[in-house]
């Protein structure tokens, strides 16, 4: 049985969920919210590029990054290390917030939180998983894993509700109905949930870490392999160019891309808008390219990231579809 740590121990909240499904944008609504606490953010991005950490508001100096790895198996060490780091500020915080990486599984990461080691220092408060409402059956492949990710979480935030209609909705609650005896859901738009559900709620119970996942029969049952630091599930790609792309380009070469890339993030230094840095978000099939602001004192150049099925894309392929066009 699990221990909690003692009552005046700092508490926690991990975000988790798939690929997109709007972590930071919930991040950004906690840092942005009027609850006064002096927060503490770690952000894991899975790919070597924390394209993340550079989205969260008003924090530059004092964002955690953790990139290239999954805080729940390949730099679950660095995780500690910087848990240990922050512990040890003059100004401790009064709170910490984890997002873990799209393609984490929540459970080894809360075993790190629940750790003898932080016992008196830190507890886990809430495991929030968030869920694409438009994207939840897409990649069928990756459905275990969104499942462990829902299972091991005492908070679903059901987000991007304007994507879909009620009908699309209704089929969400009902395959989650069918697959969880008990689970505590909220509808979002945004990610804009009331931060009284989200801070300094006393979830967490140490019995969600025994949670039996359910069988997903999309992809058969459960292989048992060894999921040790998804490169058997996801590989990441990295693209970086200096000299300026084209937009119209790069939406047309976005379009094209393999559909086993699920995700494409990043930065573009653009012809069209050479003064303002570009921020690109792809979402499976869904693809929003918007200014973001001047680039300022910041190095003027493209930075994307890719995560897909193992071989999607080479950065090879990467650079070549993105730039070729140019
Ligand atoms: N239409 C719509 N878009 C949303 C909503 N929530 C988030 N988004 C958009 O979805 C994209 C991905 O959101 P993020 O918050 O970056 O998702 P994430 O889970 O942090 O992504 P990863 O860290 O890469 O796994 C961004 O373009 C967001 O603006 C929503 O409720 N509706």
Not at 21 to 32: P, Y
Request: hydrophobic share 40%; aromatic share 6%.
């Amino acid at each position: 049985m699990i221990e909690f740590g003692s009552t005046s121990a700092i508490p926690v909240t991990i975000l988790t969920g798939f690929l997109g499904a709007g972590k930071t944008t919930l991040l950004n609504r906690i840092l942005t919210g009027n609850h006064g606490l002096r927060v503490a953010v770690l952000v894991n991005d899975f790919g070597s590029i924390n394209v993340d950490a550079d989205l969260v508001v008003g924090l530059e100096d004092d964002v955690m990054s953790l990139a290239n790895g999954c805080v729940c198996c390949s730099i679950r060490d660095d995780l500690i290390e910087t848990v240990e780091a922050v512990l040890a500020r003059p100004e401790k915080p009064e709170y910490i917030v984890l997002e873990a990486s799209g393609v984490s599984d929540p459970s080894s990461i809360a075993m790190t939180f629940t750790d003898q080691k932080f016992r008196d220092m830190i507890r886990l408060d809430s495991l929030m998983c968030l869920v694409d409402a438009e994207q939840l059956f897409a990649a069928p492949e990756q459905m275990e894993l969104k499942l462990r990710q829902i299972a091991f979480s005492d908070m679903v935030i059901l987000n991007k509700v304007d994507l879909v209609d009620r009908a699309a909705v209704q089929k969400v609650h009902d395959w989650l109905g069918s697959r969880f005896r008990r689970y505590r859901l909220v509808e979002a738009v945004n990610a804009d949930v009331p931060l009284d559900i989200l801070l300094s709620v006393g979830r967490f119970a140490a019995e969600q870490l025994e949670t039996t996942i359910p069988d997903h029969h999309e992809h058969g049952p459960d292989c048992g392999c060894d999921h040790s630091d998804h490169s058997d599930s996801f590989s990441t790609t990295m693209m970086k160019a200096e000299r300026p792309i084209s937009l119209s380009s790069l939406r047309n070469a976005i379009r094209k891309l393999p559909g086993d890339v699920y995700r494409l993030k990043g930065f573009v230094f653009s012809e069209e808008d050479p003064d303002h840095r570009i921020l690109v978000q792809v979402v499976g099939k869904r693809m929003d390219i918007a200014r973001d602001g001047a680039w300022g004192h910041r190095k003027r150049e493209t930075r994307l990231v890719a995560i897909g099925a193992p071989g999607a894309l080479s950065e090879y392929e990467l650079s070549d579809a993105l730039l070729a066009t140019a």
